[in-house]
């Protein structure tokens, strides 16, 4: 008999942990197991790229009371939220959420197996309280107080789990650090990326941007968020304009600073350098037609999007955050700069004119295993299979 499974997601919008989840979806073995999936917020573009085997369950439903307590809870949270800001309380949102209105949640009905927060945040909250379950995994996508989680807060739940999934080796470390007395609980599990996926969907042509033959083009993908550093790819881009270097660097996301940085931009005189495109529903086709693809973060739980720009074998600059490491060898199959504009940029020239470092590098890339995805897989599979 198959086992029943349940994977809960806070929406399916174009970030990292959702594009993990809807590749793993596609590749666990059907047969072995009946997956479910909750998806708390519908509507993001990546709810297309569901197999069509999966069943995705609807929004819980509330009677008339559970709707009204639902509202006032919404209202008395709004109040904490705006007064948390003027007070400078920093809260993450997920818990202050969760703390006036997670009494008033519902969770989907039905028992599983096995019930999966593929999130930090409300899914994680979710699944030991809500959900009737007899194995209970979370996945962990970031280093959880360097994104603002209170740590004695998430423990209480971290506590109803058995096993806890950090998406690098580097993430599992810093887990255990935070949290020492749950060691036997981790297994890691990096990010899962299906290489056809992502090869079909960059091959589709690109209708908003044409590219100048005459200058060097630069992607960054991700959310316009404050870990993402941003700032510093613009001030990185001021370096490379004062250096005389021709390019064009593309911002592919949208996000909470772009007006922040849309400011700095028109500052720093910039408006034909850099460009902020937006949220795409498929940001591949940009990747792959760069020169270069820099990653500028200041934490990643794993870096996804270096992922990606590897398997289309692009040449990536990166900062030097903690899990980089894991992905990325310095002058081997990618450049790795330290957390300043100029170092940064050093790097980016450095990939632009020494052509045989890119070269080294692109080859190195073409020679790597793509298919490690498949040993991953069959961690997950492992794990879900595991009494």
Known sequence: MRKKVLFVIDSLNCGGAEKSLVSLLSLLDKSKFEIYLWIRSRGGNLESCIPNHINVLPTPKYNFLERIFLSLSSILFSVVIRINKRLGKKEHGAETLWKYKGRFMKGVSGTFNVAVAYQQGIPTYLVPTKIKAKKRIAWVNCDIASVGYSLSFNKNFYELYQVIVPVSKELETILNNYYPQFQHKYKCVYDILNPSLIKLLASESIQDFKADHNKTIIVTAGRLAAPKNYTLAVKTAKVLKEQGIHFIWLFVGEGSERAKLQRLITDYKLEGNVIILGYKENPYPYMANCDVYVQTSISEGFGLTIAEAKLLGKPIVSTDFKVVHDQLTHGENGLI??????????????????????????????????????KEVIKVENLLDED
């Open 337 to 374: 700069a330290s957390m300043n504009p100029e170092s940064v940029a050093s790097n980016i020239h450095l990939m632009i004119e020494n052509e045989e470092l890119r070269n080294k590098i692109v080859n190195n890339l073409k020679k790597e295993n793509n298919d490690t995805y498949h």
